[in-house]
């Protein structure tokens, strides 16, 4: 199936290096993936579930030290490590291929390599690109098929495209002490061994999409973006989009999918993309999204009927379960499914569950893959080859304190500080400690492929050249009172604030000026049939001075880690929000980068 001479090259080359026992190019054929299910069935590297309940689902158990990201074995080899910054980890790029080039060296001896050219976005969009993956993995190459465009047609696109991005992974022998995610971005190249897990190891998604994509967009002006996108279509039938950056785990799935609970009245969501969004100013001078994947990746555990229905009959059929639960009937199971745990369920270690509920069932970062039109919600505009238009960008992420339900920036300087001040608690969707306040800006900490000041006065520049540039809002589910409770049902009630977004964006919307942006008056959301206390509204968008004169230091020194790289135009919006907040701020340093 080779295309151009380049492939043809790239992959004998990475033969050489691997020495598997055989080569196989991926077609994304249904018989091909069948085959490979049947294989996988054979090794005992997957389990067939229910064929009433769950019709071609199959479970995966990885290996228990290969559960999620690495993000401390990830790491960005541009030739100036300047260029990384201080939120990535660099490695010389010389240094990388003679210490993680030598861990390839046969690693694929007796197995099969798997040549997988994979599109990223719409067929015959001139936005997407082509990425092939190589790989030892079968059980990379099913997700690969779900999450991407696979095989002929993304050679097709290749013939007019005439680049790729290419990525080599093998599965080593899965010891963190030879696990290496790294990335070449000057040459596009992604290498990944020692993981099986999806997002160090399905190279469209993280380091593709995202770290190198985020490259390339600098380069050429575009966004490369940790973001869902959504439609809201109001009762005459118009549809309004956004694009949403939450943190792992921190409801983005669910607000892409959600439910309206305000049907009866018109206002329904459509699904575009629950993850990712390839953003480009058009020639209207709006800015235009596609999504780039073609199937969801998302945290099982806490997805049930509830929280996203639209979800649970997306993955029902035709979906790939990783790390969770089994019961004896043949069906997953993860903690927050709305069932109770049946007896004699075998959890995500394959070992009896603890009915005691000691252990967890499903991995804590357990995960679903599914086709993403299989989403009840997925909208008709989703694979649009232009896109669609986004007229507002949601910030949020989990904060217990400090930030409202919601609030607008003053405009588009001051929406990228809020995205690029943004904090959020961490989840187990990454490895390390759970539940601490990490600043995460745009939530692309972990994602961002090069210098975050760069990437700050990058989005400060593509707003320059907007005429009709989004709104951008931070929102916030997660805040409590005193007393732990939280104060915003949220799940399908979060469309309450997005009808308030969409009351801004057309003009509208009751909103008071504070110290942060503007915040809607309790009269201005939609509460009807709740049944919150006034007191409760109130507190869910109240502002605490105090609070947020703490968050000015924290803003300060993370700031501060960029050097002359933060713009002066973030100092100023750190500036301008001290002086609302009648607190006094050191000036910024001297050396802060010109916009």
């Known amino acids: 199936m080779a295309s151009n001479h380049s492939l043809d090259a790239w992959v004998e080359e990475s033969a050489r290096l691997t020495r598997p026992k055989d080569i196989h190019w991926c077609d994304g054929s249904e018989a091909e993936v069948d085959r490979l299910i049947g294989l996988m069935l054979d090794q005992g590297d997957l389990v067939r579930l229910s064929e009433t309940r769950h019709p071609n689902c199959y479970l995966h158990r990885s290996h228990p030290t290969d559960v999620s990201r690495t993000e401390h074995l990830t790491f960005i080899c541009a030739a100036r490590p300047e260029d990384v910054g201080p939120t990535n980890n660099w490695m010389d790029p010389q240094k990388a291929r003679t210490e993680v ?28 690109r082509v990425g092939v993956e190589i790989t030892d993995s079968p059980y990379v190459v099913a997700n690969m098929r779900i999450m991407t465009r696979m095989g002929r047609v993304a050679l097709d696109h290749l013939k007019n495209a005439g680049e790729f991005s290419p990525g080599l992974h093998s599965l080593g022998d899965l010891s963190p002490d030879r696990r290496f995610i790294v ?47 959504l439609g809201l279509e109001d009762p005459e039938g118009r549809v309004t989009y956004m694009a949403a950056a939450f943190p792992s785990a921190c409801g983005k799935t669910n607000l892409a999918m959600l439910a309206s609970p305000l049907a009866h009245l018109g206002y329904k969501v459509w699904t575009v993309g629950d993850d990712i969004a390839w953003m480009r100013v058009g020639p209207d001078g709006r800015l235009w999204a596609i999504n780039p994947e073609a199937g969801f990746f998302g945290v099982a555990p806490g997805t049930n009927s509830q929280s996203n229905p639209n979800a649970i009959a997306a993955l029902n059929k035709n979906s790939i379960f990783t790390n969770v639960g089994l019961t004896p009937d043949l069906r997953p199971w993860w903690e927050g499914i709305s069932e109770p ?116 006065g990058h989005w400060l520049s593509v707003g320059a050249r907007m005429a009709r540039p989004p709104l951008i809002f931070h929102v916030n589910w997660f805040r409590q009172s005193a007393a732990g409770i939280f104060l915003w049902p949220g799940f399908g009630e979060n469309v309450r604030v997005l009808r308030w977004i969409l009351d801004r964006v057309r003009g509208g919307g009751e909103a008071r000026e504070t110290e942060i942006g503007y915040v809607p008056t309790p009269a201005a959301l939609d509460l009807d049939g709740l049944g919150i206390p006034p007191e409760t509204v109130r507190a869910a968008l109240e502002v605490d001075r105090e609070s947020w004169v703490a968050e000015i230091s924290e803003q300060r020194e993370f700031f501060q880690k960029f050097g002359d790289r933060t713009p002066a135009r973030i100092w100023e919006e750190h500036r301008r929000l001290a002086a609302r907040l009648k607190c006094a701020v050191d000036a910024p340093p001297a050396a802060s980068r010109a916009d």
């Open 183 to 229: 990335h070449f971005p000057e040459e596009r190249l992604i290498w990944s061994i020692g993981s099986g897990y999806g997002g160090n190891a399905l190279l469209g998604k993280k380091c593709f999409a995202l770290r190198i994509a985020s490259w390339i967009a600098r380069q050429q002006g575009w966004l490369a973006e940790h973001m869902l996108i």
């Open 341 to 456: 745990l049946p007896a004699g369920t075998i959890d995500w270690r394959g070992r009896s569950a603890d009915p005691n509920g000691a252990d967890p069932v499903a991995h804590p970062n357990a995960r679903y893959t599914a086709p993403a039109r299989q989403c009840p919600s997925i909208s008709p505009e989703w694979e649009s080859p232009e896109g669609v238009p986004i007229s507002a960008i949601l910030f949020g992420g989990r904060r217990r304190r400090v930030a409202p339900l919601v609030y607008q920036s003053f405009d588009w300087p001051h929406g990228v500080f809020v995205g690029a001040s943004m904090a959020s608690e961490t989840t187990a969707a990454a490895t390390g400690q759970v539940g601490v306040t990490r600043r995460d800006p745009m939530a692309m900490l972990p994602f961002c492929g090069y210098n975050m000041g760069d990437y700050f």
């Open 101 to 128: 080039g030598r861990l390839f060296d046969g690693a694929m001896r007796g197995r099969t390599m798997y040549v997988v050219p994979y599109l990223m976005g719409p067929a015959g969009s001139a936005h997407s």
